[in-house]
C-alpha cells in the first residue's frame, strides 16, 4: 500500500509550519523551498488544509500561512484525512455495496485491522510530536 505525494508532502508542509510558527506568517514559497515540493502542489494541499480549519491564511504583502492550532492539538490523522480521504485500504470497509462478497468475506476482516492499526498510529500522533523528532535528531547531526 501507497499513500499518495499529497499526504507525504502535506505532513511535511504542516511540519515546516510548526517549527516556523514562531516567525509569525510563513510564505509559500519558502515553505515550497525548504520542503522540495512545487509551489503550484503546494497551494492546492494548503487550500484543502486551510478549508479543513487546520491553517489560516492571509493574502496581501505580508500575507503567509500560520497553523489555525497550536501543533500539539493536530493530530497527523486530521491532516492525512484531509489530504487522502478516508484511511480504508479497502472500499469494501465504507461501502458494502461495491463487493458482493463483503458481508461474508473473512480478508475484509484482515483490512479492518489493518485500517485499525493506521488509525491508531496517525491518531496517537501530532506535528508537535513530529517537531520535537525533527529537532532532536538534528541535534545528533542527521537532518
Given amino acids: 500500500m501507497k499513500f499518495s505525494t499529497r499526504a ?6 504542516m511540519l515546516d509550519l510548526a517549527l516556523h510558527e514562531k516567525e509569525g506568517l510563513v510564505f509559500l514559497k519558502d515553505i515550497a523551498r525548504r520542503q ?3 509551489k503550484r502542489y503546494l497551494e ?3 487550500a484543502l488544509l486551510r478549508k479543513r480549519g487546520l491553517v489560516e491564511a492571509e493574502r496581501g504583502v505580508g500575507g503567509g500561512y500560520r497553523l489555525a ?7 497527523l490523522d486530521e491532516i492525512f484525512e484531509t489530504l ?6 479497502v472500499a469494501c ?3 458494502l455495496s461495491v463487493c458482493d462478497r463483503a458481508s461474508d468475506c473473512v480478508t475484509r476482516e484482515v483490512w479492518m485491522e489493518v485500517e485499525k492499526a493506521i ?5 496517537s500522533k501530532s506535528l508537535a510530536d513530529l517537531a520535537k523528532r525533527y529537532q ?6 542527521k537532518r
Fill in 8 to 13: 507525504r508532502y502535506g505532513m511535511r508542509a
Fill in 84 to 89: 487522502e480521504g478516508t484511511i480504508s485500504p
Fill in 69 to 75: 492550532r497550536s501543533p500539539s492539538s493536530i493530530r
Fill in 44 to 46: 492546492h494541499m494548503m
Fill in 93 to 95: 470497509l465504507r461501502d
Fill in 136 to 141: 532532536e535528531i538534528g541535534r545528533n547531526g
Fill in 119 to 123: 488509525k491508531k498510529v496517525l491518531s
Fill in 36 to 38: 522540495d515540493i512545487s
